[in-house]
């Protein structure tokens, strides 16, 4: 039964720490992005909300990019706990 629940555990882990890296990855593209906003030149910038592109303007976008990097750092900071949370449970399992 343990190695049931240890099994488990280990998988859950897994796509913890997936996560966790897929949204470090998308913070870096947030990070890209920003320095492509950020350079000079006036270029037009696009939102998609549903099925349509709105023009927005760079301040729209910085707001826009900084309210992201925001979400996807609490969720990595949460995803992180959870990580440690399943490491500790692992580590009861197992002698």
């Not at 320095?35 to 910085?62: H, M, N, Q, W, Y």
């Amino acid at each position: 039964m343990e190695a049931v629940k240890a099994y488990d555990l280990g998988l859950q882990l897994r796509r913890v720490k997936e996560l966790r890296k897929a949204l470090e990855l998308k913070l870096g593209e947030l990070d890209h992005a920003e320095e492509l906003i950020k350079s000079g030149g006036e270029r037009k910038l696009f939102r998609a909300f549903s099925d349509v592109l709105v023009e927005v303007t760079r301040e729209e976008a910085l707001e826009h990019i900084e309210r992201t990097r925001l979400l996807y750092k609490s969720e990595i900071e949460r995803l992180k706990m959870r990580e440690k949370e399943l490491t500790e449970g692992l580590s009861k399992l197992q002698p």
